[in-house]
């Protein structure tokens, strides 16, 4: 008579077994592949924030910007957290105890903005390619997805003092 095929049981894996380390490495490995997609995701949403501001923004009417006009433009982007910033500065002076309810995402505005500051003012931020009118008619129809991102074109974009412009691609 055949012998009968082993069950498998529900059994416990010992701490320090093979199997254990086995499985503690494949589980490390998934959870660093979901910190890398969750990293990537937060990385396009802040540009894709960025460039649905700009498309907001945007002058219906002009069919592209020359450097002064989109100077502007950058500098109304840079101040765009000002009308935040004074709600939270009414708020924290709103009764007599010192509040601090509101202090990080003050915190991140004001670490935000100086980082925007010193790349306009530096190398260049990046922001979409608006000098160019071919660019801009194709811009004002994009619907916010982030998937079609890699077809927009982007450029580094510095203050009047350096005339350098900087074309960068996204892929």
Known sequence: MPKAPKQKSNSLIHPNSRKALQLARSTHKHHKKLDKIKEKASKLDGVVKKLLWFQENMDDQITYYDRPILEDLVE????R???ELEQISIIQNVGCRNSTQHHARERAITIAQEHEAMLFNSAGIEIPDLLNAEF???????NGEAK????????????????????TSRS
Do not use: E, G, H, M
Not at 136 to 142: A, E, H
Not at 149 to 167: D, G, H, M
């Open 136 to 142: 801009v008619r194709k811009f004002k129809t994009w």
């Open 76 to 79: 109304r982007y840079l101040q």
């Open 81 to 83: 957290f000002t009308d």
């Open 148 to 167: 079609s991102l890699p077809k927009l074109k982007l450029i580094k974009f510095a203050k009047a003092k350096s005339n350098t412009i900087v074309n």
